[in-house]
């Protein structure tokens, strides 16, 4: 479901992949550069038209459009070299989670382009699209315009122009097969068919236990953080529910998911699909399960955990020589069994009345107050250059110390996590991430600090200046606050 959002696919491989591809395009212009100036006359006259250097390169051509918002949108349209006046099939890729670029899928799009199919991608819209908001209709909306785009290609058959999407392209793309005929087939790579927030949770799951994570922190994320950013609205599209959508699609259907699929929940996914195809009466859809690679269809050293970021050397071999019989009549039912799964997902429950984001937001707020407010008054008299008052108990300012720091690196650790999509852990001592042991031992020593911080000024309560007794009056309340906050967000458990 990976540039920062929530969501899986998207998350995880922006940045490590952005900045390869930087690196590698850098390279090339530095070569390309060299070779202009000392073999200017050996650079063929199709390269400055966009033809290939090789018969097999595809050429690529710019293309800009509107979507039905007006939004404008660009794209590159990667085509195989054919015969003067011939027509072929033609497909539009949409990407996963993220502010996905063509440039990310042009690898992807070069390979189908390279076995006769016109194939477009293009930026993914910023108006509209972020980390907290995103609406599938007008993702829908913008595949739809480019497919019309690429429809009206002369090299294209209109009657064999379909639509890929992966992971959340994949409900972008049903969304818009279910609202125009224009879609003449439909690929999917990792769909999934649960709610997005029940997928991300799974998620976090498997790349938590893979990085060798146990105790609180497994269901701290899978329940507690998931459900809060839901709650709190920064979680996009959260309950989509795909599958009224695919009981609207009747068009063929080739959904594909790796046999090492970590992120789409596909032993789940798949029969949901399949049973939603049935309902709509549609008997033309093959489900594939592809031995050796990931989520993205994209090879895997072992475990489907790791991105190396590269394509089998058969990639769109299966989908073209699917799309070219299409051409000849539509497919029969086939199914493959669905790829292996850890474990179930889980449906998440709506938050009980203490869950409440506005009383969660309080219940910091007034950790923080006091813990802050106890630690800045105590600066301010120190830079003041006043002695410390003789009758608060030393305890309360590591208690103070310590439940700041807890409560803020925490909430900062659980945010970078969910950010990642659980991707980047940091190392695993103990079955515990070494900032979140941190995290729980800084949690520990705020309850045994403040504990004796209470117990000393009961014991010198009569010595207590009014100014002491309101400093520490809002620390030990902040301490009460912080005990049943760090049990709910699994500081204190084992």
């Known amino acids: 479901m990976t540039a920062v959002t929530i969501g899986s696919w998207g ?27 000392l073999v200017p006359a050996a650079v063929p006259a199709s390269a400055a038209t966009g033809a290939g250097a090789g018969t097999d390169d595809p050429s690529r051509t710019a293309v800009s459009f509107s979507s039905a918002d007006g939004t404008v949108l660009h794209g590159i349209v990667l085509a195989p070299h054919r015969a003067a006046g011939a027509r072929g099939p033609g497909l539009v890729m949409v990407g996963g989670a993220g502010p996905v670029k063509a440039a990310d899928l042009q690898d ?44 009206a ?22 969304l818009a097969a279910s609202r125009s005929a224009d879609v003449d087939f439909l690929i999917t790579a990792g769909a999934v068919g649960i709610t997005p927030a029940r997928q991300q949770a799974w998620s976090y799951g498997g790349f938590l236990r893979h990085a060798g994570v146990s105790g609180s922190l ?25 599958v009224p959508v695919w009981q609207r699609v009747h068009q063929p259907v080739l959904a594909e998911w790796g046999a090492l699929d970590r992120e789409a929940a596909p032993a789940e996914s798949e029969p949901i699909i399949r049973q939603a195809l049935d309902r709509a009466g549609n008997t033309h859809y093959t489900f594939r399960t ?6 993205n269809l994209e090879l895997t050293h072992a475990d489907g ?32 069994p669905a790829p292996h799964q850890d474990a179930p997902s889980r449906p998440l429950a709506p938050l009980a009345w203490y869950e409440r984001v506005w009383l969660q937001a309080l219940a910091t707020g007034v950790i923080l107050l006091g813990f ?8 301010a008299r120190r830079l003041r250059r006043r002695p410390r008052p003789a009758d608060l108990p030393r305890a309360a300012r590591w208690a103070a110390l310590a439940g700041t720091a807890a409560t803020l690196v925490s909430l900062g650790y659980l945010l970078f996590l969910a950010i990642t999509a659980a991707g980047i852990t940091g190392p695993v001592l103990l079955g515990r991430p070494v900032v979140w042991l941190a995290v729980q031992l800084l949690a ?51």
Request: glycine content about 10%; aromatic content about 8%.
């Open 108 to 151: 992807a799009a070069a390979a189908y382009a390279r076995r006769g199919i016109t194939t477009l991608v293009y930026d993914k819209r910023t108006a509209g699209y972020s980390t907290t908001h995103r609406d599938y209709g007008k993702l829908a909306d913008d595949a739809l315009a480019a497919l019309a785009v690429l429809r």
């Open 290 to 295: 592809v031995p050796g690679v990931r989520h």
């Open 11 to 37: 998350v995880r491989t922006g940045v490590a992949r952005r900045v390869v591809r930087t690196v590698r395009a850098g390279l090339l212009l530095l070569l390309a550069a060299v070779l202009a100036v």
């Open 444 to 494: 520990v020593a705020t309850v045994v600090a403040s504990g004796w911080a209470a117990a000393g000024a009961l014991r010198g309560r009569r010595a207590l200046t009014a100014g002491s007794r309101t400093r520490l009056g809002l620390l030990l309340t902040s301490s009460a606050v912080f005990l049943p906050w760090a049990l709910y967000w699994g500081l204190l458990l084992p």
């Open 372 to 379: 802050t407010g106890y630690l800045l008054t105590g600066t």
């Open 218 to 242: 497994l269901p701290t994320m899978q329940v507690t953080a998931i459900r809060q950013l839901v709650g709190a609205g920064l979680f996009p599209e959260a309950d989509y529910d795909p």
């Open 305 to 336: 955990y790791d991105r190396p970021d590269q394509l089998p050397g058969d990639y769109a071999a299966y989908e073209t020589a699917w799309i070219d019989r299409l051409s000849t009549g539509l497919p029969a039912v086939s199914v493959d």
């Open 153 to 174: 290609r002369p090299d294209v058959q209109p009657s064999q122009a379909g639509l890929w999407g992966l992971s959340e392209g994949a409900w972008v793309v049903s």
